[in-house]
Each structure stands twice: as structure tokens, then as C-alpha cells.
């Protein structure tokens, strides 16, 4: 193990590349001396481990590591996006179909949001698309209360300060006005808490209705509420750059829904809705 804590991988990652924890759960794995390495306890994250090197969490031998997978979910209204929750209510997790292994969401969608949310297998490749840094762009369709117009709207474009937070720029396009209520489409690379909530209030502008329709190439398209789609390996590896090694096809890829056998063939990121606007 010495030989490794220059050469190998920091053991949080090497759990969550093994489909355990993200890297923050397997540090909290590690801190509650959960974790072992060649036999031995370990109390602290900063350690690397190589391939000869014998990991376990509570006396179990680490699994073999599985290629990195990513699904699309079209995540309805209601469910949290959390493992359990304090408050007993119904998760996302909860709700996915019993044969998927398990899963982390990239990113979240708060409790009153729906559409996109994109689920890997893989904590590196979740850590990856979560970061600013990939500048994905995600996109959203948003039900506002009132009449907004282009200079209302001008300042989430130019980037504003929420309590001492700046927001990058964000895209915004007013689609329709439909009574009391505006639909508006609007962009964001960096995907804080509530951003666009937030940053809509601060312009005196009131959501009650907030769909994530893309996460960078990935699409929403027409997938039903509730259904998981697999992104397949080859389009992974296309619009991610990763290791063929890395990323394997499996067979089939498939799309269900909430019931376990409800099985199609999936076709990747899917073509946009074509400007479509949802129902209201």
C-alpha cells in the first residue's frame, strides 16, 4: 500500500468508480471506519490504493468495478432527489425500476421541479458532469406568473448579485404569453440551489412550474414521466470523450418505465420536442 500512495487512486474515488457511494458519501463511508484496506481500518480519505491492494467496506470485498453507465429519468413532480429523506417523503430512488443497480443522480431537481435528471453508475462521471467546468448548458421550460418583457428580463442575461451570490448570465427567451402566465425558456451552466427560482424572484417573477428539458446533448424528447431510458455506450463515448475502455456496450440498452419488464429499445440523447410547449 505504501508503494501505491504515490502511483495509485485516492480510495473515495476508487469506491465510488466501484458504484458504492459518490465521493462524498464514500468519505463519510471512511470516516465512520467503515472502510479497509489490506486488512486494516482506515479513518482517513487521503490514501491511494493500487490494483494489488484489498479493499473492503464493512468486511465485504470491493466488487470489480462495472463500465460507467448514464440513463435519462423523467423525474415527476413530488419525489425528492435525495437517498432518504428526513421527512419520509417518496424519493426519486424509491421510484426507479427494481432490476436498475444502483444509481446517483447528476446534479438534483428540487421537489416542485420536473423533467431531465440524469442517473450514472459512476461517481467519476458524475463529479465530471457536475462541474462548471464542462459548461454544459441545461435548459429549462418556465411558467411564470405575470407579463415579463425584455427589459424585466435583461438583467438574468447580463449576470446579477442574490445576497451577496453571483449568477452567471443566463439564455432567456420569452415563448408565449398564455393569460396570467408567461412560458420562457431559459439556459444555465452552472445549476446552483434553486438558481432559477431565485433569480427569477429577484426580478419580481413567480415560478409555478419549472421543467428541466436538456442537460447539455442529452434530451428530455418524449420520454414519459417516470420512465428510464439507458444512453448507450457508443453515444457516451461520443459526447463524452471517455476511455472505450471504460464505457462497453452492453446488451440490450433498454427504456422502462415504473414497472420492472416494461422493456424498448433506447436510442441515446433524443432529438429535441421541436419547441413544443408543454402542458400547462
Known amino acids: 500500500m505504501a508503494g501505491a500512495e504515490k502511483t495509485g487512486a485516492r480510495i473515495a474515488k476508487v469506491l465510488a468508480r466501484a458504484g458504492l457511494a459518490s465521493r462524498?458519501?464514500?468519505?463519510?463511508?471512511?470516516?465512520?471506519?467503515?472502510?479497509?484496506?489490506?486488512g486494516k481500518r482506515i479513518d482517513s480519505p487521503a490514501l491511494n490504493v493500487g490494483p494489488r491492494d484489498r479493499v473492503s467496506?464493512?468486511?465485504?470485498?470491493?466488487?470489480?468495478?462495472?463500465?460507467?453507465?448514464?440513463?435519462?429519468?423523467?423525474?415527476?413532480?413530488g419525489l425528492v432527489t435525495t437517498t432518504k429523506d428526513e421527512d419520509g417523503r417518496p424519493t426519486v430512488f424509491d421510484n426507479l425500476p427494481e432490476d436498475?443497480?444502483?444509481?446517483?443522480?447528476v446534479g438534483r431537481l428540487d421537489l416542485?421541479?420536473?423533467?431531465?435528471?440524469?442517473?450514472?453508475?459512476?461517481?467519476?462521471?458524475?463529479?465530471?458532469?457536475?462541474?462548471?467546468?464542462?459548461?454544459?448548458?441545461?435548459?429549462?421550460?418556465?411558467?411564470?406568473?405575470?407579463?415579463?418583457?425584455?427589459?424585466?428580463?435583461?438583467?438574468?442575461?447580463?449576470?446579477?448579485?442574490?445576497?451577496?451570490?453571483?449568477?452567471?448570465p443566463m439564455n432567456v427567451s420569452i415563448d408565449r404569453q398564455q393569460g396570467a402566465n408567461a412560458w420562457l425558456t431559459i439556459g444555465i451552466r452552472e445549476g446552483r440551489n434553486r438558481e432559477i427560482r431565485r433569480a427569477l424572484s429577484h426580478v419580481g417573477l413567480s415560478v409555478n412550474r419549472l421543467i428541466r428539458v436538456s442537460y447539455g446533448p442529452f434530451q428530455l424528447g418524449t420520454?414519459?414521466?417516470?420512465?428510464?431510458e439507458e444512453v448507450k455506450?457508443?453515444?457516451?463515448?461520443?459526447?463524452?470523450?471517455?476511455d472505450p475502455d471504460a464505457v462497453q456496450d452492453r446488451a440490450p440498452d433498454r427504456?422502462?418505465?415504473?414497472?420492472?419488464?416494461?422493456?424498448?429499445?433506447?436510442?441515446?440523447?433524443?432529438?429535441?420536442?421541436?419547441g413544443r410547449n408543454p402542458r400547462g
Open 24 to 38: 462524498r458519501e464514500a468519505e463519510a463511508m471512511i470516516l465512520a471506519g467503515r472502510v479497509a484496506v489490506n
Open 57 to 77: 467496506v464493512d468486511g465485504k470485498p470491493l466488487p470489480e468495478a462495472e463500465p460507467a453507465r448514464l440513463w435519462l429519468y423523467h423525474k415527476p413532480l
Open 100 to 105: 436498475m443497480p444502483r444509481v446517483m443522480s
Open 112 to 168: 416542485n421541479s420536473e423533467g431531465l435528471l440524469l442517473l450514472t453508475n459512476d461517481g467519476g462521471l458524475k463529479r465530471k458532469l457536475e462541474l462548471p467546468s464542462t459548461g454544459w448548458l441545461r435548459k429549462y421550460r418556465v411558467r411564470v406568473n405575470g407579463a415579463p418583457d425584455d427589459a424585466l428580463l435583461a438583467p438574468l442575461r447580463a449576470g446579477v448579485v442574490i445576497e451577496g451570490e453571483r449568477f452567471l
Open 223 to 228: 420520454l414519459a414521466k417516470g420512465a428510464v
Open 233 to 242: 455506450a457508443r453515444v457516451l463515448r461520443d459526447q463524452l470523450g471517455r
Open 255 to 274: 427504456k422502462r418505465g415504473n414497472k420492472p419488464g416494461s422493456r424498448r429499445a433506447a436510442s441515446g440523447p433524443r432529438k429535441p420536442a421541436g
